[in-house]
């Protein structure tokens, strides 16, 4: 077991790192107040439209494992359940994510927004985390992805940077802590997705910004 893998002994949700909790914090203050410094408004700032370049394939995985119900693992301000009438990549507009995905229920969970920072009980279908995993602190990593597994009866699907973000935070510091390559995430992948042997696995890696 390496050394970070091991860490999922000595940090849980209920027992998270001092770094995790500075970060919660970090994020609770810019989603308030924004980034003034970076002419960032709060409601501009970390507002889960990121999901948007994901849909195609969040929704191919919906419609071949019958997902019906969806935990969307870091949703931000959750503004892309709201949004209306979206344009994909594809040029394809779609009436609402809602209706493209085609799920009955959505549970949005962000430990820096208030209105979802309970984390849920129970299982959904699908869990999916798009552009969050990068904002975490290494030793926390093992803990958050062995609850994303937990939480899933299906599948888990995210989408991680691997390049630095092109916002910081209020301290100074770039908002990607965790900037590593494909290999480096698969091997914290493994053992937790060994785990779960019945939930299908997809996450990417990406070197550069998806619009």
């Known amino acids: 077991m390496s050394a970070l893998a091991a860490t999922i002994e000595?940090?849980?949700?209920?027992?998270?790192?001092?770094?995790?909790?500075?970060?919660?914090?970090?994020?609770?203050?810019?989603?308030?107040?924004?980034?003034p410094d970076q002419n960032i408004k709060p409601q501009d700032l970390f507002n889960g439209v990121s999901?948007?370049?994901?849909?195609?394939?969040?929704?191919?995985?919906?419609s071949r494992l019958g997902a019906k119900t969806l935990l969307d693992y870091g949703c931000g301000k959750g503004l892309q359940y709201r949004a209306q009438n979206i344009k994909l990549r594809s040029g394809e507009i779609i009436p609402s994510v809602q209706s493209y995905l085609g799920f009955d229920r959505?549970?949005?969970?962000?430990?820096?927004?208030?209105?979802?920072?309970?984390?849920?009980?129970?299982q959904f279908d699908g869990v999916i985390s798009t552009d969050v995993l990068e904002h975490c602190p290494e030793p926390d990593l093992p803990w958050i992805l062995?609850?994303?597994?937990?939480?899933?009866?299906?599948?888990?699907?995210?989408?991680?940077?691997?390049?630095?973000?092109?916002?910081?935070?209020p301290n100074g510091e770039n908002a990607h802590c965790t900037v590593r390559p494909q290999e480096w995430w698969d091997e914290i992948i493994a053992p937790v997705a060994?785990?779960?042997?019945g939930v299908f696995a997809r996450f990417e890696v990406s070197k550069g910004y998806q619009a």
Do not use: W
């Open 51 to 62: 999901i948007i370049p994901q849909l195609p394939k969040i929704q191919l995985l919906c």
């Open 10 to 35: 000595t940090y849980s949700r209920s027992n998270p790192s001092p770094r995790y909790r500075e970060l919660t914090a970090l994020y609770a203050q810019a989603h308030a107040g924004g980034l």
């Open 146 to 169: 062995d609850e994303m597994f937990g939480a899933a009866r299906k599948f888990v699907f995210a989408n991680i940077a691997a390049y630095p973000a092109g916002k910081t935070l």
């Open 194 to 197: 060994a785990r779960h042997p």
């Open 106 to 122: 959505i549970h949005c969970y962000d430990p820096g927004v208030a209105e979802f920072q309970t984390f849920p009980e129970g």
